[in-house]
């Protein structure tokens, strides 16, 4: 109906339009047979049924690309609490150290000192004195002060700088005459050594890329004692090591060490040093294999550096055997360190040409630390202390100048630390030397036997601690004035101590030494101190 009513309006308006459009036709009369009647055709209707695409059935295999992604998983890790354990609270760190006091015979004693840190930077500062005076016995008295700076600056690239500055000051007098007819005023017996040390370290703070470590280490001191004598030394050492597999060393040491002296002729010491050397670890054996090659006066000494330890039972149980040696300076900072009653102007600088072969055993057993070693060496131009007999104000006095002999040196020595109880500390040194000598009598000035013991007890959760030391020694061969060897007598000093900390920061030491009062002469006319007490307070800040 919609179609038919569409078609009709269409015809009707269509006609309109021509009738509008053709206003030039002639008007003659028009006759209308019958009206218009528009009527459309039956139509037949096509009946199309719609169709389905066949149905697909071939199987196909689908691939399926998953990027894997973490799982971020949060939670409280387990905290391993022990059963029955008492926690104990960890020592609050302390910078600071002072220890001062005094005692009898006439004794003063002080020691200071303290560590700082910042960012990039560490370093400590140490100042220490000691002086003694045994008044009952004329001019037996000394003093020594020492005093240390020293600090690193840790750069931005791994590399560190070190500083370091020292200065020593001893004083001590010559009190071996006659003491029943002869009497001496201080500043004539009077000797005192100076020594001023400065050096420093360029090296790598930190591991590298290529595990390589190395240092650029100079040093140098001026040494000046009562008597205008002085001495001069300098040392460069260059040193870099490489580790392969993080644990098998190859070294490389070169160094300079020149030293100078002076009085009313001048003497020079200078030795060039080239150390290289390999070191293999394994689970149960370390190796070392290397040299020590040392000029001196364009004379070349080739020494081994060669080392073999085999671990038997871990670490319970070790054996080592190895052989080593050098060109061993004595200057005169060396030998009056060991003689501070030395003569040097009847001394002279020499190397002692020292070759070694040694073996023993070792081991630490947690509760038991150990070890034992026998050698054999023999030195070249070994120092010796034998008397001298000099005159002040007219009267004699007992000095010591050195001489040197070819040695062979037979030795046994041993170490042990024992802690047969949780606060109970044992811990003893031995060892026994014997001489056998090219020209001379006796090993002047040389002990054959030397033991050191000590035991520390610690009580009251560390308040306190009580200690006990045994110092041993045999008889000492010097030539007296008949030119007759003489042997000193031996050692026994048996010595006590204790300590106590009232607070955190204030406590109090007392040490009872040589309770045996032991008069032994280490050097021929000097006997020790004898029987002396040093106490005082100590405090960490």
């Known amino acids: 109906m919609k179609k038919t009513a569409f078609l009709a309006c269409f015809l009707w308006a269509s006609s309109q339009a021509v009738l509008f459009a053709q206003k030039d036709l002639p008007t003659e009369n028009v006759s209308i047979i019958k009206d218009f009647d528009a009527r459309l055709l039956e139509s037949n209707k096509l009946d199309v049924p719609p169709t389905l695409p066949p149905q697909d059935t071939s199987k196909k295999k689908q691939d399926y690309l998953v990027p894997p992604k973490p799982l971020v998983t949060n939670y409280d890790a387990p905290v391993l609490r022990p059963i029955g354990m008492r926690t104990v609270k960890p020592e609050k760190p302390y910078n600071g150290y002072l220890k001062a006091g005094g005692g009898v015979p006439a004794t003063l004693y002080g020691e200071l000192g303290y560590a700082f840190s910042a960012d990039k930077f560490d370093g400590k500062a140490w100042v220490r004195h000691h002086q003694a005076n045994r008044k009952s016995y004329e001019n037996q008295q000394f003093a020594n002060t020492d005093a240390l700076l020293n600090g690193n600056i840790y750069l931005d690239n791994g590399l560190a700088v070190e500083g370091r500055v020292g200065y020593s000051y001893d004083q001590v007098y010559y009190y071996g005459y006659e003491h029943d007819s002869i009497s001496l005023d201080a500043e004539q017996v009077r000797q005192n050594f100076a020594i001023f040390d400065i050096g420093g370290r360029f090296y790598n703070s930190e591991r590298t890329d290529l595990d390589l470590n190395f240092a650029i280490a100079p040093s140098l001191y001026i040494m000046k004692d009562h008597y205008a004598n002085d001495e001069t030394g300098f040392n460069l050492n260059l040193s870099a090591t490489k580790w392969f597999s993080d644990k098998h060393p190859l070294s490389v040491t070169i160094r300079t060490d020149f030293t100078s002296y002076s009085d009313t002729i001048d003497q020079k010491l200078n030795n060039i ?201 045999d008889d000492i061969a010097f030539r007296n004035r008949e030119n007759m060897s003489e042997f000193t007598g031996g050692l026994f000093d048996l010595s006590f101590g204790g300590s106590y900390r009232f607070t955190e920061h204030i406590g109090v030491f007392l040490d009872v030494n040589n309770v045996l009062d032991n008069k032994r002469e280490r050097w021929l006319d000097y006997p020790i101190f004898g029987f002396n007490i040093l106490g005082g307070i100590t405090a960490r800040f």
Request: net charge neutral; no cysteine; proline share 2%.
């Open 273 to 473: 040093y080239l150390q290289p050397s390999f070191t293999f670890h394994a689970d149960f054996l370390k190796v070392k294999v290397g040299g020590n090659f040392v000029n001196n006066r364009d004379v070349f000494s080739i020494f081994p550096d060669i080392e073999l330890l085999l671990r038997l039972w871990g670490d319970g149980l070790q054996v080592f055997a190895g052989a080593g040696g050098d060109l061993r300076k004595n200057t005169y900072r060396s030998m009056s360190a060991y003689n501070p009653f030395l003569e040097m102007r009847v001394s002279e600088l020499r190397n002692t040409n020292w070759r070694e072969y040694y073996g023993g055993a070792k081991g630490n057993l947690g509760w038991l630390e150990y070890q034992g070693r026998v050698s054999y060496g023999k030195a070249g131009d070994l120092a010796l202390f034998q008397t001298h007999y000099d005159s002040i104000g007219g009267k004699e006095i007992t000095r010591f100048g050195t001489l040197f002999d070819t040695v062979d040196v037979f030795g046994i020595t041993g170490t042990i630390k024992l802690r047969p109880i949780k606060d109970l500390a044992l811990m003893g040194t031995v060892s026994y030397n014997t001489f056998d000598l090219a020209n001379e009598n006796e090993a002047w000035g040389l002990p054959n036997l030397e033991f050191n013991g000590s035991a520390i007890y610690t009580l009251l959760d560390g308040k306190a601690s009580l200690k006990g030391e045994l110092h041993v020694a």
